[in-house]
């Protein structure tokens, strides 16, 4: 069987079993919704300030939804007696890395989106004339969370600690990520050029092509045992 | 400027205490570590003066 | 072995107080509480060079799964965070006095902080998994990713913290440095380093000790 099919069996099964379930969507779903209550609630009525932070706001909850729901990537198999079966995958058990990968990234872009269009409702913010550029800027960042949270999933998912751990993990090691995608949303959203936040994207781009070229690479060396 | 000698006695100082501490922590997790090893060779070792004294030790001494 | 170490780096500590107190000038500036830089400084770079050696065992676990690099690895991390805080807390210090703040979400102190955080995780995971194989792969992969991230630390925050904002925050120990300075510096690096390098030595030691126990 080959590599790239081996990965999309692991990527089709994940979005089969979230489909079916919608446990891990409507959760994150409602867990983003919650976040924007309390942002506004938090930040205040004053609509200056609440446009100047938006660029964070949005950022801060796809982050927290993604710790939240990537920190869920691997329970399926723990819980339901399949790690062994992982552990036991014939070939380059990186093709369950780039499954996970891709489903991960797959829902968390459903779940950006419909926060994105709740935000823009909510904050009255016009997105159209930068869609675009920001629907790169929210893959580029997601596939960077993405990557790194499928890696450190795989690694916690073992440990009894795994809910305290795995964010412990994951968000110092986002944080260029972070910087990134909020700077160059600020940009976009301030219709600045994107040409003046150039290294914004080279500096996401090349997190993305660290991030997942490790994973790639250990992903094998975690499901060892 | 004044030379705040307070603020470079509590830096170099705060280096001694965290430096000196680690040390410490070392130096201890050795000694429990020699205690173990210390241990576990006494207990292999087969105990002497115990509540049993095993009569063919006693008999052959007078002999020698 | 170790102890010689051990008894080198107390002469060289010595010997670094003695240049950075007694050689070293008073500052123009800033006056005497810039000599807390020949302790700031070489601790950061102590650091570094201690999670590079981290990152070079790491990869070598991987690669030929020999425990005594895994040991080396986890003893090089766990130092290289020890002199980070050490160089977290002076610059603190430091920054009192002179800038009038405890703390800035300036570029280096920030970035400095990340990397601190992150290896902090690392012994934390080491602590968390129970299965000492496993823990050595886990805490191996995780080293590798702090290192690498290690330059988009540092890019990610100088730029956050330059481009819209005129550098204009006293850097300590900025500029051209007077030779005599450097070479203090210099003389208190090595001084830190072989100390880094004892408390390495030694902790590895204590963690073959370790594995030997629990065998």
Redesign the interface.
């Known amino acids: 069987m080959s590599y790239a099919r081996r990965a999309l069996i692991v990527a089709w099964k994940d979005l089969v079993v979230e489909r079916r379930s919608k446990e891990t969507l409507n959760a994150l779903l409602f867990f983003s919704l919650a976040l924007l209550f309390v942002f506004q609630f938090t930040l205040g009525p004053d609509r200056e300030r609440l446009a100047a932070v938006l660029p964070g706001v949005l950022w801060l909850g796809f982050i927290l939804s993604g710790v939240l729901g990537l920190g869920r990537t691997f329970l399926v198999e723990r819980d339901n007696d399949c790690w062994e079966a992982l552990l036991l995958a014939p070939g380059d058990k990186s093709a369950v890395y780039v499954g996970k990968l891709a489903a991960s990234l797959a829902l968390m872009l459903v779940v950006e989106a419909i926060v994105l269009a709740l935000f823009t409702l909510f904050f009255n913010v016009d997105l159209w004339p930068v869609l675009p550029g920001l629907a790169l800027v929210i893959v580029l960042g997601t596939l960077g969370i993405a990557a790194?949270g499928a890696?450190?999933a795989a690694?916690t998912a073992?440990?009894?600690?795994r809910e305290l751990?795995f964010p412990?993990?994951l968000l110092?090691?986002l944080?260029?990520v972070l910087?990134?995608t909020v700077?160059a949303t600020e940009a976009l959203l301030l219709r600045e050029p994107l040409t003046s936040v150039a290294?914004?994207w080279q500096?996401l781009v090349?997190?993305d092509v660290?991030?997942v070229v490790?994973g790639l690479l250990?992903f094998d060396?975690?499901l060892?045992? | 400027?004044?030379?705040?000698?307070g603020?470079?006695a509590?830096?170099?100082g705060?280096?001694a205490v965290?430096?000196g501490g680690?040390?410490r922590r070392?130096v201890r997790?050795?000694r429990e570590?020699t205690a173990?090893?210390a241990d576990r060779a006494n207990r292999s070792r087969p105990p002497s003066g115990t509540a049993h004294p095993r009569p063919d030790a006693g008999w052959r001494a007078p002999l020698q | 072995m170790v102890t010689v170490l051990g008894w080198l780096a107390a002469l060289a500590i010595v010997v670094g107080?003695a240049t950075g107190f007694g050689m070293a000038p008073?500052e123009v500036?800033?006056?005497?509480?810039q000599?807390?830089m020949y302790?700031?400084v070489p601790?950061v770079w102590v650091a570094y060079l201690a999670f590079t050696v981290g990152f070079v065992a790491s990869v070598v676990y991987?690669a030929r799964r020999r425990e005594a690099a895994d040991r080396l690895a986890h003893a090089a991390c766990e130092v290289g965070t020890?002199f980070l805080?050490?160089n977290i807390?002076?610059g603190a210090?430091?920054g009192?006095?002179t800038w009038g703040t405890w703390w800035t979400w300036d570029a280096r102190l920030t970035s400095v902080a990340?990397v601190f955080?992150?290896f902090l995780?690392y012994l934390?995971?080491r602590q968390?998994?129970e299965d000492r194989?496993?823990g050595a792969?886990?805490a191996?992969?995780?080293a590798?990713?702090?290192a690498?991230?290690i330059p988009?630390?540092h890019?990610?925050?100088y730029?956050?913290r330059t481009l819209h904002q005129p550098p204009s925050l006293l850097k300590p120990g900025a500029s051209a440095m007077p030779p005599i300075i450097l070479a203090a510096l210099l003389v208190n690096f090595g001084a830190l380093a072989i100390?880094g390098a004892y408390?390495i030595a030694?902790?590895a030691?204590?963690l073959a000790?370790?594995a030997e126990?629990m065998a």
């Open positions: 790194v890696l450190f690694m073992q440990v009894r600690t751990l412990v993990l110092p090691v944080v260029p910087l990134g700077k290294h914004w500096l090349a997190a660290v991030y490790v250990t060396v975690i060892e045992g | 400027m004044p030379d705040n000698w603020f470079v509590a830096a170099y705060l280096a965290v430096f680690y040390w070392l997790k050795e570590l173990l090893r | 107080l008073r500036t800033q006056g005497n509480v000599r807390i302790l700031h601790a991987l020890v805080g050490v807390a002076t210090i430091w009192k006095p990340v955080v992150m995780a934390l995971l968390a998994v194989e496993r792969r886990y191996a992969v995780l590798i990713v702090a690498l991230n988009l630390v890019f990610s925050v730029w956050w100390l408390f030694r902790r030691r204590v000790g370790e126990a």
